[in-house]
């Protein structure tokens, strides 16, 4: 049995034609306090259905799935800096990061960048290839870019990432989910309008 709530690092073991869905963050977006208060809640919550004798696939996966929307939910309403990804050169560092990733390695259906995180859907173009791998490279070279615009050096994003292998029927709400991020951000009113937001339609 799987407690999923945060991990270290993407699978390196991975299905054939999967679709993966990934948020990342820039570094202690969330301050550590926050962080062991969510994973408290979610082992409660995993514990009890335990407990309930209530432990099944389809429970656990409810769990994980409110586990990230409180993680998400804290990063869209964090007060704590940093918030680079504000800045539209940063911003447009990842954006075309990503857009030259659709072309070499991934094929992308969605992302947004946020003021401090990023949520993205794809799939391989090479299942033989990691996911974590391809992230890795992404991560470290938009943040030797970003930190050169930004004339600081150190960490910029938090080595931890949010995965997620779409399953069947949950593609369009994920596509949903990331499109409408800006709206419930309170950042736009139309996801359309939202600069740093791409689909594939």
Avoid at 39 to 67: C, D, I, M, P, V
Avoid at 72 to 93: R, T
Avoid at 97 to 105: G, M
């Amino acid at each position: 049995m799987q407690k999923p709530f945060y991990r270290q690092r993407l699978p390196h073991k991975q299905a054939g034609n999967a679709i993966y869905f990934i948020t990342y963050r820039l570094y202690d977006s969330i301050p550590n306090t926050i962080i062991q208060q969510l994973r408290e809640e979610n082992e409660r919550a995993y514990q009890q259905l335990l407990k309930n004798g209530q432990f099944t696939t389809a429970n656990e996966y409810a769990l994980h799935q409110q586990s990230f929307e409180r993680f998400d939910s804290f990063l869209d309403k964090n007060p704590n800096a940093p918030y680079w990804l504000q800045q539209p050169q940063i911003a447009q560092i990842v954006y075309d990061s990503l857009l030259h990733l659709s072309k070499t390695e991934i094929d992308l259906y969605c992302f947004t960048i946020m003021s401090n995180h990023v949520h993205a859907l794809f799939a391989m173009k090479d299942d033989e290839k990691e996911v974590y791998r391809i992230m890795q490279l992404h991560k470290s070279f938009t943040a030797r870019q970003c930190n050169n615009a930004l004339g600081r050096s150190g960490s910029f994003w938090q080595e931890e990432s949010y995965d997620h292998i779409v399953r069947h029927g949950e593609f369009e709400n994920i596509v949903n989910y990331i499109l409408q991020n800006p709206v419930k951000a309170g950042l736009v009113k139309n996801w359309e309008d939202w600069k740093w937001t791409y689909w594939k339609a």
